[in-house]
């Protein structure tokens, strides 16, 4: 019995070792997600969605690097829009840092080719001070939505962006009637959000890092959201909506990840 114990505890560190290997230190991966929507639109279109989330950026140039590098290749896939999803900075970061390198993560923002850039607000951001990071993304041309809604008419879609639910910062809005016969999509950083009162459709959302650390046949360890187990990470659907769930690219509280890789998210959406 006690061979048995010893070999277990082996074998479990083992795999957090090779877990650490194989998630740190890598760059975030592109995943490609296709989804189908129907809409009251006689047409048939193809919208593609690069979505972003959780990107954590410490305040260093190394980490400015890596999210210039980052977003370079996302501008190279060519996206009819980008989707930012919060959280933009690291843990910890004092009103120094977020003064140094919300300006800088902002203006990698603004090269985006003339795709549109539309964000919500994470956790992070509010606890860091939202006016400061609504005003950096605005400034850069992004999109800054909480509890609104858009219509995009260079492209006919809708976004809808709601408040932060972790944070206790959403409000319900619904979509104008001009939005009835168009691809509706709604962003928020928890996706407890989606799952409110009258939330319905589409909803695209980030937060959880799909558990970032994952144990073998137990899965994470602790996933800081209200969703449905289902909707932690990945795509969930019901009758009343599909939820899909970034990875996210950054770390929280522990810099490390483990069976949950980092990845950005082009969606193919098929309406």
Same mark, same amino acid.
């Given at each position: 019995?006690?061979?048995? /114990? ?17 998630? @740190?230190? &890598?760059? %975030? ?7 189908? +929507? ?7 279109? &193809? ?13 260093? %140039?190394?980490? /400015?690097? =890596?999210?210039?590098?980052?977003? @370079? ?40 080719? #003339? /795709? ?18 609504? =005003? ?5 041309? +992004?999109?800054?939505? !909480?509890? !609104?809604?858009? +219509?995009? #008419?260079?492209?006919?879609? *809708? /976004? ?7 944070? #206790? ?9 001009? *939005? ?16 409110? %009162? ?9 937060? &959880? ?6 144990? %073998? ?7 800081? &959201? ?6 932690? *990470? ?38």
């Amino acid at each position: 019995m006690k061979s048995i /114990i010893i070999r277990t505890i082996v074998l479990a560190v083992a795999l957090v070792i090779a877990g650490v290997y194989l998630n @740190s230190g &890598t760059k %975030p991966r592109m995943n490609t997600q296709f989804l189908y +929507v129907l809409t009251d639109s006689e047409s048939h279109e &193809t919208l593609r969605v690069a979505l972003l989330s959780d990107l954590h950026v410490k305040n260093s %140039p190394d980490a /400015i690097a =890596e999210l210039a590098e980052l977003w @370079s290749g996302v501008i190279e896939q060519t996206p009819d829009i980008i989707l930012l999803g919060g959280d933009y900075i690291n843990d910890g970061a004092s009103n120094q840092d977020i003064a140094s390198i919300g300006p800088a993560i902002a203006n990698i923002f603004r090269a985006s080719d #003339d /795709i549109p850039v539309v964000a919500v607000l994470g956790n992070h951001d509010y606890w860091s001070g939202a006016e400061s990071w609504t =005003e950096y993304l605005s400034e850069a041309g +992004v999109m800054v939505l !909480e509890n !609104e809604t858009l +219509v995009l #008419d260079a492209i006919g879609i *809708c /976004i809808r962006g709601f408040g932060d639910a972790f944070t #206790d910062h959403f409000e319900y809005v619904d979509f104008p009637s001009a *939005c009835a016969d168009r691809l509706q999509i709604t962003v928020t950083h928890d996706p407890a959000g989606a799952f409110k %009162p009258k939330v319905e459709g589409l909803v695209l959302a980030g937060h &959880t890092h799909c558990g970032q650390i994952s144990m %073998p046949f137990l899965g994470p360890l602790y996933v800081p &959201t209200q969703a449905p187990k289902g909707a932690h *990470c990945g795509l969930y659907k019901d009758e009343q909506r599909q939820v899909f769930v970034s990875s996210g690219i950054g770390t929280s509280v522990i810099p490390l990840r483990f069976n949950a890789k980092a990845s950005w998210d082009l969606i193919t959406i098929n309406y």
